[in-house]
């Protein structure tokens, strides 16, 4: 599991969508799976919510 600041990633496809998702522009892929900027996310949740694998969690 790969926790960035407010967002677990666990078991992600790599198919990209919440990448575009993000206002932020906290999401980017590497390897072949997401990864979360930890000094950009605010923790809005909407990536958490588009992910059809559900492979991001958010966290407290
Ligand atoms: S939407 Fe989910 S499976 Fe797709 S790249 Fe993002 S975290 Fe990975
Ligand atoms: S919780 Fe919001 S800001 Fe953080 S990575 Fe997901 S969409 Fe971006």
Same mark, same amino acid.
């Given at each position: $599991?790969?926790?960035?600041?407010?967002?677990?990633?666990?078991?992600?496809?790599?198919?990209?969508?919440? %990448?575009? %998702?993000?206002?932020?522009?906290?999401?980017?892929?590497?390897?072949?799976?997401?990864?979360?900027? $930890?000094?950009? #996310?605010?923790?809005?949740?909407? #990536?958490?919510?588009? #992910?059809?694998?559900?492979?991001?969690?958010? $966290?407290?």
């Amino acid at each position: $599991m790969v926790y960035g600041s407010h967002v677990a990633v666990f078991g992600c496809k790599g198919c990209r969508k919440c %990448i575009s %998702i993000c206002g932020e522009n906290a999401i980017f892929c590497s390897a072949g799976r997401v990864q979360i900027d $930890m000094q950009k #996310c605010n923790a809005c949740g909407q #990536c958490v919510s588009h #992910c059809p694998n559900k492979a991001l969690l958010l $966290m407290d």
